[in-house]
């Protein structure tokens, strides 16, 4: 199967669900416009797997896209198998990869329901190299591995 992207989400405010939408822009070292964590860090967009939601689907929670926060939900690539520095190409958008998996400072809504969560393990962020657009359906492509 190809890698693809099969959801786009954004939120207005930090430390929320974030909400599905058509498409969104991605700005050359800001990240998501109208994201709430978009700026000038290294954490500009962050992914995570439909194979991760669907782990925790499988512990009982009622979970969808954007549920743990995440900008771009993927199928059929390996999220924090890939190193530090891979290139993502997204249509016209490259993105590089810049933190794999997160600490969670504070346990989230998810961690009490389940007594876990993918997210701090197996999402990871990344940086915009080149800005455009991206809706769900779009392929994703290892464009070169980074550091090892």
Request: aromatic share 8%; glycine share 8%.
């Given at each position: 199967m190809a890698a693809k992207i099969?959801?786009?989400?954004?939120?207005?405010?930090?430390?929320?669900?974030?909400?599905?939408?058509?498409?969104?822009e991605l700005r050359k070292e800001h990240g998501i416009v109208g994201d709430a964590h978009a700026g000038d860090w290294h954490r500009q967009v962050s992914l995570l797997a439909k194979e991760s939601i669907d782990k925790m689907r499988a512990l009982g929670l009622d979970v969808d896209n954007g549920d743990f926060a995440e900008n771009l939900t993927t199928e059929g690539i390996d999220l924090p198998g890939l190193p530090i520095g891979t290139r993502l190409q997204l249509g016209e958008c490259l993105l590089e990869v810049t933190q794999i998996g997160k600490e969670c400072h504070t346990r989230c809504a998810?961690?009490?329901?389940?007594?876990?969560?993918?997210m701090p393990k197996e999402g990871i962020f990344a940086r915009v190299l080149t800005g455009g657009t991206v809706q769900a359906g779009e392929s994703i492509f290892q464009v070169r591995s980074g550091k090892l």
């Open positions: 099969v959801a786009v989400c954004i939120s207005k405010n930090k430390g929320e669900r974030k909400t599905p939408v058509e498409q969104v998810i961690y009490y329901q389940a007594g876990d969560c993918v």
